[in-house]
């Protein structure tokens, strides 16, 4: 086979893997030089299938921002995948198992862009400048490859282990506002659980939507005004349970739950 109907008969098993939620073993068992590049083709595969379903690409997603997490995976650099209108939730959504395979819950800071920003060459003073609000959000990962057994190429092809996202109101952003210092407490269930800040996201959230307009750029991609942006976990990712209740409380940002039902199963 080709390496583009290699890429497709990929994308459609982790689409598949989507639909019956129902994990798949990781690509990079069956072919362990799988690279980054490969990734992001099954990646582009993926979203066709999902977009010819109706759904439509909201923004973007980072991954991989924080050191530790680079270094469980033994890379340098982030990854990005898209946020799809399906998976975005309000503050105080409830989310059925049912709807995951193995899901984890992790706080970030979100941007929503009130200019474009295209890449390459885009610095952090063009995004502040860019930048029309942020939001305290929760991000669940979920992983369609069995066991979280993933490798980088694995990941990538997975829509970054997108899952869904749960937003508070937005607060408008001001060029001069440092999000480095941004602190927030994470509890489950009134127990405090993790605690982080906006430094753990590649240094400066600023930092991280740089990074992805300079990434997408090179690919003639464009971050869109109105388009989201999340920056990445400020804490290791927390699994959810059957009634769960989880808290992120963010200087500036406000407050952000998620509720967990038990779930119905699988289709």
Request: charged share 20%.
């Amino acid at each position: 086979m080709t390496a583009e109907t290699v890429a497709r008969t990929r994308a459609k098993a982790l689409y598949t893997a989507r639909a019956t939620r129902t994990a798949i073993a990781p690509f990079t068992d069956e072919d362990p030089e799988l690279g980054l590049r490969d990734g992001y083709e099954i990646q582009q595969e993926l979203l066709a299938l999902l977009l010819a379903d109706g759904d439509r690409t909201v923004g973007y997603k980072a991954g991989l921002t924080s050191k530790p997490m680079q270094a469980v995976l033994g890379v340098g650099t982030p990854d990005y995948g898209p946020v799809l209108a399906s998976t975005i939730h309000p503050d105080g959504a409830r989310v059925d198992l049912g709807d995951f395979i193995a899901p984890r819950v992790e706080a970030e800071i979100v941007f929503r862009l009130a200019a474009p920003l295209r890449g390459p060459g885009v610095t952090a003073e063009q995004v502040r400048a860019a930048l029309g609000e942020v939001i305290a959000g929760l991000e669940i990962v979920d992983s369609r490859i069995a066991d979280w057994r993933i490798r980088l190429a694995d990941t990538v092809a997975d829509l970054a282990s997108n899952g869904a996202v749960v937003l508070a109101d937005p607060v408008p952003s001001g060029p001069d506002d440092d999000y480095r210092l941004l602190g927030m407490a994470f509890s489950r269930n009134g127990e405090l659980v993790a605690t982080g800040a906006g430094a753990a996201a590649l240094g400066d959230p600023v930092a991280v939507v740089a990074w992805l307009a300079n990434t997408l750029g090179e690919h003639g991609v464009t971050l869109d005004a109105g388009q989201l942006v999340m920056t990445g976990a400020l804490h290791a990712a927390v699994p959810l349970a059957p009634g769960d209740r989880f808290v992120a409380e963010f200087d500036r940002l406000g407050t952000v739950r998620l509720d967990v039902a038990a779930g119905a199963g699988k289709p």
